[in-house]
């Protein structure tokens, strides 16, 4: 009886609320099925990529273990990755025996990462409602590529090093405009 009574209140108070975040009869929960599995596969690559900043010095242990001491892989690397590969092993050497702090900051950039990801359950739970958090987002990834440009030059970042940072931001762009497109047309068409 109180559930009833609790369902007939609840109808009356939220009736625009309900519109909005429930999905049309003639197409059943399908885009927004699409919607949230674009937002957890973003979310798994944020996390894994946020975390790939943690074990720094191990990570290249196993590139040595893998590709030989000098990085070469036999002669399948290429010569100015491995050269880089060299260079950078050598600074997280120093970085190991030095100032093991400087890890810190890795560490915090891997939060910064999980953080962002976490604020992505607002969309999966409720993504009509929270669709600004797919503009936020492909704002940050369009940022992603002069932010890497601009401080990966400042840094002495080799340009193809820095392409592959730009790539984080490109890839992510795409299923992030793609489930705020997917929204606005739902949208549409419930009203």
Same mark, same amino acid.
């Given at each position: 009886m109180? /559930?009833?009574?609790?369902? $007939?209140? #609840?109808n009356r108070i939220q009736p625009e609320y309900r519109t909005m975040?429930?999905?049309? +009869? +003639?197409?059943p929960a399908s885009p927004l099925r699409a919607v949230r599995l674009w937002t957890i596969l973003f979310m798994i690559g944020l996390v894994i990529s946020g975390l790939t900043a943690i074990p720094i010095s191990s990570t290249f242990q196993v590139a040595k273990e893998v590709l030989g +001491?000098?990085? #070469?892989g036999h002669g399948a690397v290429p010569g100015f990755v491995a050269? =880089?590969? &060299?260079?950078?092993a050598q600074g997280v050497a120093v970085v190991n &025996?030095?100032?093991? /702090?400087?890890y810190y900051g890795t560490d915090w950039l891997a939060f910064g990462h999980v953080a962002i990801a976490l604020v992505f359950i607002g969309a999966l $739970?409720?993504?009509?409602r929270? $669709? =600004?958090? /797919?503009?936020?987002?492909?704002?940050t990834c369009a940022l992603i590529v002069p932010w890497a440009l601009m401080f990966g030059s400042l840094r002495g970042i080799p340009p193809w090093w820095r392409a592959i940072d730009c790539s984080f931001g490109i890839l992510g762009f795409p299923p992030l405009w793609y489930c705020h497109h997917r929204i606005s047309k739902w949208e549409k068409q419930i009203q």
């Amino acid at each position: 009886m109180f /559930y009833l009574e609790f369902q $007939r209140l #609840s109808n009356r108070i939220q009736p625009e609320y309900r519109t909005m975040t429930q999905p049309a +009869t +003639t197409e059943p929960a399908s885009p927004l099925r699409a919607v949230r599995l674009w937002t957890i596969l973003f979310m798994i690559g944020l996390v894994i990529s946020g975390l790939t900043a943690i074990p720094i010095s191990s990570t290249f242990q196993v590139a040595k273990e893998v590709l030989g +001491t000098n990085f #070469s892989g036999h002669g399948a690397v290429p010569g100015f990755v491995a050269e =880089w590969l &060299r260079h950078v092993a050598q600074g997280v050497a120093v970085v190991n &025996r030095e100032a093991p /702090y400087f890890y810190y900051g890795t560490d915090w950039l891997a939060f910064g990462h999980v953080a962002i990801a976490l604020v992505f359950i607002g969309a999966l $739970r409720d993504p009509v409602r929270n $669709r =600004w958090l /797919y503009t936020y987002g492909m704002i940050t990834c369009a940022l992603i590529v002069p932010w890497a440009l601009m401080f990966g030059s400042l840094r002495g970042i080799p340009p193809w090093w820095r392409a592959i940072d730009c790539s984080f931001g490109i890839l992510g762009f795409p299923p992030l405009w793609y489930c705020h497109h997917r929204i606005s047309k739902w949208e549409k068409q419930i009203q």
